[in-house]
């Protein structure tokens, strides 16, 4: 093919890329009818009649049925279909082996004109164009994904920063809290506090009675000192506050008064006692 190809001639004229093209695939064409018609005759040539069974001629060969109708007899049919089989098998030799041969060659330009070089380059430049164009279609697509996913990424960022920032908030006012705490809650606490030791008091007052009654009873027949005696003692005769301690009044509560302060006894007769001054 490349041989062919090297033969035709260059026409020079003001002819375009697509007619030069033509007329290049038209006189390949005319070259391979030419050795078509030259391996025809060459097969006509060497061909014998012995020979015809070794190239697997049949009855039912291609054109047989035409022969016979034209007038052609046994003989000669059978000698005209050996040919063509054998024909047929000489060009699968030739076009086999034409092709290794081109297989292992390297690639030849079609035409060194500038303008079919140019339109070739055209095709190929469309062909690479096309291959870019979808490749850059592929890539936008890609990076419209990739700019959607960080899109969210950057949401679920902003989310997530600003839910730290209001844990943060909570933690440093509960600390705030902690190391100062507020005028209300203290109130709270002391309020109760004042309640328990209201409960905790009269607690410890009925524990307190109990305890008096049991074994500190009041006698009968015993009559008690009022303290307001002693009070208007004091206030009526401040020069002379002392009463005398009669045998009716109950000893423990005298003791209780005197042990306390609340009472004090004469310093020379000690059955006369008066109240302490508390005004002075």
Known sequence: MAECLSEIPNTAGPITAKEELLDECE???????????????LGAETVL????????????CHGFSNMMDNGFTT???????CMCAFLVNAAMEVFNSRLSSVASENPELISTNPDVLLELGKEELQKVKNDLEMVLSTVRSKNKQLEEDLKREQQWYEEQKQMLD??????EEANT??????????????????????AYKKELLSALSEFLDEHFPHPANNENINIEIL???LM??????????????????????LRYGVALRHPEDPNRMRLQAFHK
């Open 27 to 41: 006189s390949i064409w005319r070259q391979m009818e030419e050795c078509q018609n030259k391996l025809m005759l």
């Open 49 to 60: 009649p012995s020979d015809a069974k070794l190239v697997g001629c049949s009855p039912d």
């Open 75 to 81: 003989s000669t049919a059978s000698s005209l279909r």
């Open 166 to 171: 209001t844990l943060n908030k909570i933690e």
């Open 177 to 198: 809290e902690v190391e100062q705490p507020s005028p209300k809650r203290e109130f709270d606490e002391m309020k109760n506090k004042l309640l328990k030791l209201k």
């Open 231 to 233: 009070i208007n003692k």
């Open 236 to 257: 009526s005769t401040p020069h002379e506050p002392y009463i005398t301690i009669k045998e009716s009044f109950w000893p423990p509560y005298i003791e209780l008064l």
